[in-house]
């Protein structure tokens, strides 16, 4: 899949998992569990013990799930997680040659920004999806609300705090996807592996994508007063 198919797939779904969980085997059964909620999407971040075995094993057995890599800190990382057979990165922050790579790979990279000049930074390097991070400590909705306004090109990701309380108010707001880790995939639920509650869950979550969407079409539908 090329970039834009990826990115399409992630704004179409507006979902990204984030597995962060203490070992590969609980990583596996995380990214089974989801897929089968109806996310077919995962982003397995590096601080899993195994992390690119876990990328190398869902990249191979199932072609139809969009695998990612997550807290991708530097370039040599990078390139690990693409020869795993990663077909997007994430960031907490933005490192600027590591997107580079990713374009020169022809590889969707999706970098953590906060400020308006981070924003602007990653914009002049040609991307189109940012990760807010950590969204809910600075103002959640209301912060991406704000980024939204001057930057209606980009595609804001709101990662870090994003709850069942709060996840239709973040896509109202302008988020184009949600990052999602343990209010998903809750710690007891690979614990005492309990697959139908992340399920549940997966499916919680894009019912709730689903009626903020329907609430903003209806919106734009409504003739001025």
């Known amino acids: 899949m090329t970039p834009d198919d990826v990115r399409r797939r992630v704004e179409e779904t507006g979902i990204i998992p984030a597995i962060r969980v203490s070992s590969s085997d609980d990583a596996l059964f995380a990214a089974e569990a989801v897929s089968n909620g109806g996310i077919p999407i995962v982003e397995v971040t590096m601080t899993v013990p195994g992390a690119l075995e876990v990328v190398a094993e869902l990249a191979r057995q199932h072609r139809q799930m969009i695998v990612g890599a997550g807290t991708v800190l530097d370039l040599e990382t990078a390139r690990r997680c693409l020869d795993a057979g990663a ?7 933005l490192d600027l040659s590591v997107v ?4 020169a790979q022809k590889v969707a990279v999706w ?5 308006p000049s981070e924003v602007m ?11 807010v991070f950590p969204c809910a400590q600075v103002g959640g909705p ?5 980024l939204a306004r001057p930057f209606p090109d980009i595609g804001f990701i709101a990662s870090g705090g994003v709850k069942q309380t709060t996840a239709l108010e973040f896509i109202l707001a302008g988020a184009a996807a949600l990052g999602i880790g343990s209010e998903l995939i809750p710690p007891e639920c690979i614990e005492h592996r309990h697959p139908d ?6 499916r919680r979550f894009l019912g709730m994508v689903r009626a903020a969407r329907q609430q903003l079409a209806e919106a734009q539908e409504e003739p001025p007063v």
Not at 100 to 103: T, Y
Not at 111 to 115: I, Q, Y
Request: proline share 5%; hydrophobic share 40%.
């Open 197 to 202: 509650r992340i399920r549940e869950l997966a």
């Open 121 to 131: 930074a990653a914009r002049r390097a040609g991307c189109e999806l940012v990760k």
């Open 142 to 146: 209301r912060y991406i609300h704000a």
């Open 100 to 103: 580079e790579f990713g374009r």
């Open 111 to 115: 970098p953590g920004v906060l400020t």
């Open 87 to 93: 077909c997007f990165l994430t960031s907490p922050g």
